[in-house]
């Protein structure tokens, strides 16, 4: 079985700061990890994604995320926050030779201030 | 260029009518998802295809259909459309590179229904 929680289910942040979006999981087995982002009426992106390499992970739009097994955690971190990353934030995991079948976390919506 | 498509993007509805929802991908891809989207929230899995003539429901029970005749067509169809049937629908593939697995998956734009 396997399971994500986004602990925030809002985080607002003023431009040019950092941005931290927090995802806890839980797998029965190796995971892949995923982080898509989604503006307003839109489908969703890969971000970035994690699955048994580097544990530091580098996306796309200046994110990244770090796997830390220790802490059954991927949060996604930016040094400085831009206003077009005002978005739905969506974690991901999935489990290596299983069913491919996703889990989706509830999504964190990040809100940027001028 | 690999893509997913959804047609169409907006779809206004009366109550009763037969809708398909139509969603083609160019790269391949062996699994497909239909979710279930209300708007900020969380997404739901309503249907999936392993490949052509697998079709399995998802986690959300859905009044919807769906068929995998061809690898690269996967579409939903709603037989008699209801008001609570309004909300988005984002269609999703996933494949394979050689024998591995590839888990990330390709959204396409989705489609926005509103049943009135």
């Known amino acids: 079985a396997q399971s994500v929680t986004q602990l925030d289910s809002h985080v607002s942040v003023s431009e040019g700061t950092p941005v931290l979006l927090r995802c806890n999981y839980s797998?029965?087995?190796?995971?892949?990890l995923f982080w898509y982002v989604q503006h307003p009426n839109k489908g969703l992106q890969l971000l970035l994604k994690?699955?048994?390499?580097?544990?530091l992970v580098k996306g796309i739009n200046g994110f990244e995320a770090e796997f830390k097994k220790s802490e059954t955690s991927f949060h996604l971190t930016k040094p400085s926050a831009h206003m077009s990353d005002a978005a739905e934030y969506f974690c991901v995991v999935t489990v290596s030779g299983g069913s491919y079948i996703p889990t989706f976390g509830r999504g964190t919506s990040l809100i940027v201030h001028p | 260029e690999a893509d997913i498509y959804q047609t169409p993007r907006y779809l206004v509805i009366g109550t009763g009518k037969k809708i398909t929802l139509e969603c083609s991908q160019t790269?391949?891809?062996?699994?497909m998802y239909w979710y279930q989207q209300d708007p900020g929230m969380e997404l739901h899995l309503i249907h999936y295809s392993y490949g052509v003539n697998s079709t399995e429901k998802g986690d959300l029970s859905s009044e919807s259909t769906v068929s995998r005749i061809r690898t690269e067509h996967f579409p939903l169809t709603l037989e008699s459309a209801r008001p609570s049937h309004t909300s988005q629908y984002l269609c999703a593939s996933s494949g394979t590179s050689g024998k591995v697995a590839i888990y990330e998956q390709y959204f396409g734009p989705g489609t926005r229904l509103t049943v009135t």
């Open positions: 994690y699955t048994s390499a580097a544990t």
């Open positions: 797998s029965s087995y190796s995971p892949s």
């Open positions: 790269m391949g891809h062996d699994k």
